[in-house]
């Protein structure tokens, strides 16, 4: 919650120096993923290219549930600022380039605690009074690469329309906290083993799609 709050804090305070600035061009907002909402200002630098910067997010559920037998806790959680350049190859044209850097707290959590069995590297551990969190989260920094329609320069001001589609470029962290390993119900290395089966299975996927679409005020 605290890095979220100061992403937060981040896209704001810069996004409110952007709109106040007399090369401002415009203030966004809309709806998509990895994040449900994004907020948004673009200065024009010249009729080519663009500075933007966003700040996504509203993304935080959980679910409590039972998994073979075992009391557990999912959470998602997701919210990314970043800081892009737009290029316009076409003159006239609201086509664009786009490439950047993201500043990330986007994960996954698993939670497993109190009651049941366990299977941890292929034996069976009883969970009873200890607990087990895995988390998968993405690198707190990543580059972005992209294409998007809008924010371009223009004399019409008022609402106008945004879209932009890409990918953050990144593989997956894999972390684990237990106490079964203080309790002597199982070992470090077959906590490690698991953690290894874990990592293993994400991998292959070394990015996180972009979709963005939304209202432009342009000034």
């Known amino acids: 919650m605290k890095f979220s709050r100061t992403l937060i804090s981040i896209a704001a305070l810069s996004a409110a120096a952007l709109a106040g600035s007399a090369q401002a061009h415009d203030v966004y907002a809309g709806l998509g993923l990895p994040g449900l909402y994004t907020l948004g200002a673009t200065r024009n630098l010249n009729d080519s290219f663009n500075a933007r ?11 409590d549930g039972t998994y073979e037998g075992v009391s557990a806790t999912g959470s998602l959680k997701s919210s990314t600022v970043g800081l892009f350049g737009d290029w316009y190859p076409f003159s006239g044209s609201g086509w664009r380039l786009v490439g950047g850097v993201t500043f990330n707290d986007t994960r996954a959590e698993l939670s497993a605690a109190g009651t049941g069995s366990a299977t ?5 551990v009883n969970m009873s009074g ?3 969190r895995v988390k998968v989260a993405m690198p707190s920094t990543t580059p972005y690469i992209g294409i998007g329609y809008g924010h371009h320069k223009t004399n019409d001001k008022g609402l106008g329309f945004y879209a932009d589609v890409g990918v953050m470029l990144g593989g997956f962290n894999v972390s684990s906290e237990t106490s079964l390993v203080t309790s002597g119900k ?3 290395a077959d906590i490690n083993a698991q953690d290894a089966k874990i990592r293993d299975s994400v991998s292959s996927v070394n990015y996180v799609p972009v979709v963005s679409l939304g209202l432009v005020y342009r000034f």
């Open 53 to 63: 910067l966003s700040y996504s997010g509203g993304v935080d559920v959980s679910k």
């Open 130 to 132: 200890d607990y087990y």
């Open 186 to 188: 199982t070992t470090q």
């Open 120 to 124: 941890i590297n292929g034996t069976t």
